[in-house]
């Protein structure tokens, strides 16, 4: 499998179940965290088993890439009785929600690859400006998750997914991959939880961060994001 990131961020951000034949890739700030709540309270129905934290890969009832051999993971990713989707965002919200998050609490990895990308020391202010002009200038495999091409990141190139969800839809979205994967339990009420550890409300900021130049920064940079995942530049 030919893939443009480090193959650790495939390990942790895909996620499969043989039992219900699904190939799930979570995409950093683009709803998995709500994704994931709603898939491992279904896969561990009947049981006493809980997860209280998505974010624990180790305690995931869902299999890891690494936890199969290498033909068997290619056979799932082309089988066509796996059904394999992934959430993605709006670029413009998606970013600033990542630099809300991630980088203006200065308490983060993600953080923390900035402030060593532009040589400074921990405690940096890190503006806005700054932080979109770094994250385009990297290539694929140098952009963390939380940022990184979502096209790329979602190895859209490498699978066929038969649906691609947006956090904008969730709702409908969700009701669609619910039906595929399972088809003989309740549709849960998928807007009564948003269990993103950190909500930043960005949409709702937009014209505050956003300049033109940043905007087209953006856009070239991430051209493929908005062209094969259909969002307005």
């Known amino acids: 499998m030919n893939i443009d990131k480090p193959v650790h961020d495939l390990y942790s951000h895909m996620y ?3 039992k219900n034949k699904f190939l799930f890739h979570s995409v950093g ?36 890439p690494f936890q199969l051999s290498k033909n068997c993971l290619n056979d799932i990713v082309e089988s066509k ?54 994250i385009c200038s990297q290539s694929n495999y140098e952009q963390n998750n ?8 979602a190895m859209c190139n490498v699978i066929d997914y038969d649906l691609l969800g947006k956090q904008e839809t969730f709702d409908s979205d969700m009701r669609k991959v619910w039906s595929k994967i399972y088809p003989s339990s309740p549709i849960p009420d998928f807007s009564s939880k948003n269990m993103s550890p950190s909500k930043t409300g960005s949409n709702e900021k937009i014209s505050q961060y956003w300049t033109p ?8 940079r991430y051209d493929l994001d908005f062209v094969m995942l259909e969002y307005e530049k």
Do not use: M
């Open 16 to 18: 499969i179940s043989l």
């Open 29 to 64: 700030k683009a709803a998995n965290s709500t994704v994931k709540y709603f898939l491992y309270a279904e896969e561990a129905r009947g049981t006493r088993l809980k997860y209280d934290n998505v974010h624990d890969r180790r305690a995931s009832p869902l299999l890891s």
């Open 146 to 153: 939380h940022w990184r091409l979502q096209y790329s990141d």
């Open 81 to 134: 009785d796996f059904f394999k989707f992934t959430f993605v965002r709006n670029p413009y919200s998606r970013l600033l929600s990542c630099y809300l998050d991630r980088i203006v609490p200065k308490k983060s990895t993600p953080y923390n690859e900035i402030v060593r990308f532009l040589g400074k020391d921990i405690g940096y202010d890190v503006g806005f400006d700054e932080f979109i002009e770094v």
């Open 213 to 220: 130049s940043l905007k087209n920064l953006v856009a070239e």
